[in-house]
C-alpha cells in the first residue's frame, strides 16, 4: 500500500536522523504520540499544519542573511529575499498593514524591535537634535541619559500581569520593566473588565510614551479605538500586541474597534498560538515606522531564520484561505461553550465568560491554587497551565487560576458538543482534588485520574491529529 505524501516526508526525515542520533529521532516520534494523546488547553498552544511544519526543515536553515530584502549583509540570499517578501507580502494583506517586519523569533523579540522602533522615532527630540544625533545605533551613553529625561524616563503604562497582561509589558523581572518606568492599569474588581475611564486617569497622570494594549489571559475583547483616542490625547504611541488572538483578527472575528491594526501605530504578534503557524513572531506597522522597524536586525536581533520565515510564509498563505475564517469563528464558539459548560457546573470564571479563545477559572471556588490545580489536570490527562487571576491572594507561581483555551482543540476538529463533555472532565478533577499540607502538594485519586485520562482519549479518538501522517 503506496503512502501518502506526508508521510513518506516524515517517516524518512527520521529515517535520516535516527541514522545519525536516534534517541532524537524517539523523541520526536513520542512527541507526536504524546500529543495525539493529551487534551491540549493550553491557549497558547496549536497545530501547526505537515507544510508550516516541513517548510522548516530545509536548506535555508544554513543561510544567514542580515538585513532585509534586496539589502542584505551577506550575499547569495536571493532565495531568501523570496521567502522573506512572501511572508510579508501575506501578513500586509492578511491583516490590512502598510507594513510587515517578518524577522522577529519570537513574541519578545517582536516586542522588543516595536520598542526599539518607538525610541528611535523619537529621537529627533530637541535635546537630541542639538547633538544632530540621528541613528539610534550612533547614541552615547550621555545621548541615552537625555534622551531618557526628554521623554519622561521612558514611560509604559501597560495592563497588569493579573489581571490578564504580558510580562513584556513592562513586568519588572522582564527587559521591557527594566527599559522603562513602567505602571500597570487593571480590571474593574467587581466585573474583571477593562474600565477605560481609569486607564485614561492613569495616562493623564503618568502621561506614558508608549501605551500598550493586548493579553495573554483576559477573556474578553478590547476596544482600541477607544485605546488610540486616550493615546493621542497625552501625545503616547499606542502600540498593541495581539499575540494570543492574532488569528480571531486574521479570521475577521475581531473588526473594527476589536481589530488593532487600523487604530494602533504598532501592532506585534506570535505566528503561532490562534494563528497555527510556526514558533516566531511579526511586527506591523505604518510607513512612519517602517524604516526604524526594518532595523530590527541587528538592533535586537541576530540574523534572521529563514527557514522559519518560509514556514510564517506558508502558514499566512494558509491563513488567507476562506476555511480560516470559518476556524477563527469555531474557535471562539468552542471557547464560549466550554465557559458555558463550566459555569453550568459551577465554576467560577474571571469576568464570568470569555469573548475570545481563552477561559479563565478561579480555582479557589475548589479550594485549590493554580499549582495544584494544574497538576491534578496534568494527571488526568489534560493539559492546562495555572495563571494568576486579578488581585491574585497566591502571586505569580501558585497563582489562583487556570487558563484554557480552544485553538488546538478546534484545529483537531473538536466542537461545541465535545467542549461540554470537556467542561465536564475538568470540573470532575478539580471538584475531586483537595488541597495538600502546601500551596503544591495536593490529593487525587489515582484511579479517578486513569478514568478521566481514558475518558480524554476516548474524546480525542474521534478527532485524530495529523490524520495524513502515518509514522508506522
Given at each position: 500500500m503506496s503512502l501518502n505524501a506526508e508521510s513518506t516526508a516524515f517517516r524518512s526525515a527520521l529515517e535520516v536522523i535516527r541514522a545519525v542520533e536516534p534517541r532524537v529521532a524517539d523523541a520526536i516520534g513520542a512527541e507526536l504520540a504524546d500529543q495525539r494523546e493529551s487534551l491540549?488547553?493550553?491557549?497558547?498552544?496549536?497545530?501547526?499544519?505537515?507544510?508550516?511544519?516541513?517548510?522548516?526543515?530545509?536548506?535555508?536553515?544554513?543561510?544567514?542573511?542580515?538585513?532585509?530584502?534586496?539589502?542584505?549583509?551577506?550575499?547569495?540570499?536571493?532565495?531568501?529575499?523570496t521567502v522573506e517578501a512572501l511572508a510579508?507580502?501575506?501578513?500586509?494583506?492578511?491583516?490590512?498593514?502598510?507594513?510587515?517586519?517578518v524577522q522577529p523569533h519570537s513574541g519578545i523579540d517582536a516586542n522588543l524591535v516595536?520598542?526599539?522602533?518607538?525610541?528611535?522615532?523619537?529621537?529627533?527630540?530637541?535635546?537630541?537634535?542639538?547633538?544632530?544625533?540621528?541613528?539610534v545605533n550612533d547614541l552615547t551613553e550621555a545621548d541615552w541619559f537625555a534622551l531618557r529625561?526628554?521623554?519622561?524616563?521612558?514611560?509604559?503604562?501597560?495592563?497588569?500581569?493579573?489581571?490578564?497582561?504580558?510580562?513584556?509589558?513592562?513586568?519588572?523581572?522582564?527587559?521591557?520593566?527594566?527599559?522603562?518606568?513602567?505602571?500597570?492599569?487593571?480590571?474593574?474588581?467587581?466585573t474583571g473588565l477593562v474600565d477605560y475611564d481609569k486607564v485614561a486617569e492613569a495616562?493623564?497622570?503618568?502621561?506614558?510614551?508608549?501605551?500598550?494594549?493586548?493579553?495573554?489571559?483576559?477573556?474578553?475583547?478590547?476596544?482600541?479605538?477607544?485605546?488610540?483616542?486616550?493615546?493621542?490625547?497625552?501625545?503616547?504611541?499606542?502600540?498593541?500586541?495581539?499575540?494570543?488572538?492574532?488569528?480571531?483578527?486574521?479570521?475577521?472575528?475581531?473588526?473594527?474597534?476589536?481589530?488593532?491594526?487600523?487604530?494602533a501605530h504598532i501592532v506585534t504578534t506570535t505566528t503561532h498560538k490562534s494563528l497555527r503557524g510556526p514558533r516566531g513572531g511579526?511586527?506591523?506597522?505604518?510607513?512612519?515606522?517602517?524604516?526604524?522597524?526594518?532595523?530590527?536586525?541587528?538592533?535586537?536581533?541576530?540574523?534572521?531564520?529563514?527557514?522559519?520565515?518560509?514556514?510564517?510564509?506558508?502558514?499566512?498563505?494558509?491563513?488567507?484561505?476562506?476555511d480560516f475564517a470559518d476556524y477563527a469563528q469555531r474557535i471562539v464558539d468552542n471557547a464560549q461553550a466550554l465557559a458555558e459548560g463550566l459555569t453550568r457546573r459551577g465554576a467560577k470564571l474571571v469576568t464570568g465568560g470569555t469573548d475570545n479563545?481563552?477561559?479563565?477559572?478561579?480555582?479557589?471556588?475548589?479550594?485549590?491554587?493554580?499549582?495544584?490545580?494544574?497538576?491534578?489536570?496534568?494527571?488526568?490527562?489534560?493539559?492546562?497551565?495555572?495563571?494568576?487571576?486579578?488581585?491574585?491572594?497566591?502571586?505569580?507561581?501558585?497563582?489562583?487560576?487556570?487558563?484554557?483555551g480552544t485553538p488546538a482543540l478546534t484545529s483537531r476538529g473538536l466542537g461545541v458538543a465535545e467542549m461540554d463533555q470537556t467542561a465536564e472532565l475538568i470540573h470532575t478533577v478539580l471538584s475531586q482534588t483537595t488541597s495538600g499540607e502546601s500551596k503544591a502538594k495536593y490529593v487525587l485519586d489515582p484511579a479517578l485520574a486513569d478514568k478521566v485520562s481514558k475518558q480524554a482519549n476516548e474524546l480525542l479518538a474521534g478527532f485524530p491529529l495529523y490524520p495524513a501522517v502515518d509514522l508506522g
Open positions: 491540549k488547553l493550553i491557549a497558547s498552544e496549536n497545530y501547526a499544519s505537515p507544510a508550516t511544519l516541513l517548510a522548516m526543515g530545509n536548506w535555508f536553515s544554513d543561510k544567514y542573511a542580515e538585513g532585509t530584502v534586496g539589502r542584505r549583509f551577506y550575499a547569495g540570499c536571493q532565495n531568501v529575499d510579508a507580502e501575506h501578513a500586509r494583506e492578511l491583516f490590512g498593514a502598510s507594513h510587515a517586519y516595536a520598542f526599539w522602533a518607538i525610541l528611535a522615532d523619537r529621537v529627533e527630540s530637541p535635546a537630541l537634535k542639538k547633538a544632530q544625533v540621528r541613528q529625561r526628554e521623554l519622561g524616563n521612558q514611560r509604559m503604562l501597560g495592563m497588569s500581569l493579573d489581571a490578564g497582561g504580558h510580562l513584556t509589558h513592562g513586568f519588572r523581572p522582564n527587559i521591557s520593566g527594566k527599559m522603562f518606568d513602567q505602571r500597570s492599569y487593571g480590571t474593574d474588581p467587581a495616562a493623564r497622570e503618568f502621561k506614558p510614551l508608549i501605551l500598550v494594549a493586548g493579553y495573554s489571559a483576559y477573556p474578553r475583547k478590547v476596544n482600541f479605538r477607544i485605546l488610540r483616542e486616550i493615546a493621542d490625547s497625552v501625545g503616547a504611541t499606542f502600540m498593541v500586541d495581539m499575540a494570543h488572538f492574532a488569528g480571531l483578527v486574521a479570521g475577521k472575528v475581531f473588526t473594527g474597534d476589536f481589530d488593532p491594526v487600523p487604530h511579526m511586527v506591523l506597522c505604518g510607513p512612519e515606522l517602517a524604516d526604524q522597524v526594518d532595523r530590527g536586525c541587528p538592533m535586537v536581533l541576530g540574523g534572521p531564520l529563514p527557514h522559519v520565515m518560509a514556514a510564517k510564509a506558508v502558514a499566512l498563505a494558509e491563513a488567507r484561505r476562506p479563545h481563552l477561559v479563565l477559572i478561579d480555582v479557589t471556588g475548589y479550594g485549590l491554587t493554580g499549582r495544584q490545580a494544574e497538576q491534578a489536570l496534568l494527571d488526568s490527562g489534560i493539559v492546562t497551565n495555572r495563571n494568576s487571576v486579578p488581585q491574585d491572594p497566591n502571586g505569580a507561581w501558585y497563582t489562583s487560576g487556570i487558563r484554557i
